[in-house]
């Protein structure tokens, strides 16, 4: 069975969630809401738990829904604190509206997506609540870092473990769990989803660092910018800002800064290092699902794995 | 019996909700969590059911601490959106920390307050969950009201009904529904706690309008300044920046903007209608209480409402 039919369902609450008495909020969620994205966090809930032999449809949607919305806050809020401009191709919500209304919009998804959960078990509800803690959490981490200039590999990865990897994991959770999955299939969806997690983090870094703009639909070179990324892929726990200087200016010729902050590894050695971290982390996602019967759903988390490495926005 | 015991709880829960893995949002949840604060809304939860019958303290405090949690949350943003410096008599968490953590630590308290709720019930989940977005949607229509320059009384009790009415309202449900009580017992705990809201929102904008900064512990003039509050007291819908006029320049003649603004009712006049409001509402929530058996609880819910209306901080 594919999982089209609950996309388009996806889509559909999406939408209808963001419905608010008050125009304005209704407005600036559908704005960001509508514009699309991979959708990657709802397909996850969605093969999860169609992998795990998952039948209702009905009362999977709105999981996927609820971590999308909650996906979305997140970045309306980053949006906030980067001063970005452009999202999934659009302008953002604190560009076209301010960061008083920007933030508002955030809360107010925040809020919607606990009216969402309301319904589900007390198991389901502390699956997304921690994930959506350990998503702050890795956020905070990540401004500290950038802020101190000082960005490891360690650090790096309790960063995209945390901002990254810990909503995924939920992701597969969710669907595994209210598929009434036996513990083996849920250990093996989790694992799958936190290697998956990672490397789809690290391919947004290095896409962040080598791509423009446009293709992207969100600011290119900000995550750089902001001093995160490319510590996946450097040894040396130098200064990830390096960078990010590096970035900002493409073509400007070795300089004492660069040379002694990029420790004579060029952006493009570090690109095709974090590729190679991403390839290997997909490997051990492909690994985690022969855990599970085979299954359209199956084979699709396998293809999912690959393009998360292979795509190129 | 006195709820001084679960008050205490609900200081120490607090504390240690707030606690988190990443040192600064323990640091910023824990300094605003700890400023105190009056603790109306653990308060009027903790009452409600006590004057419910409800003898399990220990499944109660928890939500008084979410509701709270929950508040905190709020005014943490607010401060942002306010460019605030004092709450609760002390630095704001934007003014010592930035808004950009100030932020995240708000969505922290979001996050940690679902984390709370969730082991109850979908019942007690939606009561927050829906109290939590009419706040969010009450703070926006403020907002727009105030760059509008347009409030009216109508939409100024639309404001206060959304942005306070509706949580004081969640704790009387919360309170009164884990303790087991009948309709018309919740139904009579929600009739008082919504009028105890509104006559506590305009008695808090009558401060603001007339307090000193160290009195109230936050900055005085603001809620003003952003056009709020005294359209309570206003009859003729006219814009309500005009008082914050006034309140910025307190000694400012009568000239000609102010008495065509303030269409000759002077902010006295004004402060003492809004008393007279609250006064009238205070009496609702009071005879609301009557469908209650007597208690000593239910003394105390009495005695709250009566000082929301003298309190002078």
Known sequence: ??????????EELLLSVARSSVPLLSETSQHILSAGGKRLRPRLVL????????????????????VEIIHTATLVHDDINDHGTLRRGRATVNSRWGSTFALLTGDYMFTKTYEIMAPYSAELNLILARAAIELVEG??????????????RETYYQIISKKTAALFVACAELGATIAGAPGEWIAALRDYAFNLGLAFQI????????????????NA??????????????????????????????????????ESLLSGQSPQVAIEIGRAKAHELVGRALASLEALPPSDARDELQALAQQVVTRDH
């Open 203 to 218: 391919i947004d870094d290095v896409l962040d660092l080598s791509g423009d703009s446009q293709a992207l639909g969100k």
């Open 139 to 152: 956020e905070t981490l990540q401004i500290q870092a950038a802020r101190a200039g000082a960005l490891d």
């Open 221 to 258: 070179g900000i995550d750089l910018a902001q001093g995160r990324g490319i510590a996946a892929v450097r040894d040396d726990g130098a200064d990830a800002r390096s960078v990010a200087a590096v970035q900002v200016t493409p073509d400007t010729a070795p300089g004492p800064l660069k």
């Open 1 to 10: 069975m594919s999982i089209n039919t609950s996309l388009q369902a996806v």
């Open 47 to 66: 093969l999860a738990h169609a992998a795990a032999g998952g039948q209702n449809t009905a009362e999977v949607v709105p999981l996927a829904v609820a």
